[in-house]
Nanobody, 120 residues
Framework: QVHLVESGGGLVQAGGSLRLSCAAS????????MDWYRQAPGKQRELVAHITNSGRTNYADSVKGRFTISRDNAKNTVWLQMNSLKAEDTAVYYC??????????????WGQGTQVTVSS
């Protein structure tokens, strides 16, 4: 079993910063891509940032230049540094990872989510 645990959410004023963390634990052989998604009330969950195990990144247009995704493969951890936050960034943020639990056993896992609220 694999568990993803997010932390770092909270309430911040517009223009402020937050850093989210997501640590994976359990039976992990290796981790491929790690992603951050978010879901605002009444909206669909959307991909915010993506990072491969080699460090290649992609971002949603709405966060480019403001958010930075990074990871430490040795610690099975991914971070999302969020700067210049806007009210429209308010959402529950979820960590997602593609995990090999053995050399040929693969699964996709979600964290429980962490609330980010940006006051205007």
């Amino acid at each position: 079993q694999v568990h993803l645990v997010e932390s770092g959410g909270g309430l911040v004023q517009a223009g402020g910063s937050l850093r989210l963390s997501c640590a994976a634990s359990g039976r992990i052989f290796s981790i491929n891509a790690m992603d951050w998604y978010r879901q605002a009330p009444g909206k669909q969950r959307e991909l915010v940032a993506h990072i491969t195990n080699s460090g290649r990144t992609n971002y949603a247009d709405s966060v480019k230049g403001r958010f930075t995704i990074s990871r430490d493969n040795a610690k099975n951890t991914v971070w999302l540094q969020m700067n210049s936050l806007k009210a429209e960034d308010t959402a529950v943020y979820y960590c997602n990872a593609d995990v090999y639990t053995a050399s040929t056993m693969f699964g996709n896992y979600w964290g429980q989510g962490t609330q980010v609220t940006v006051s205007s």
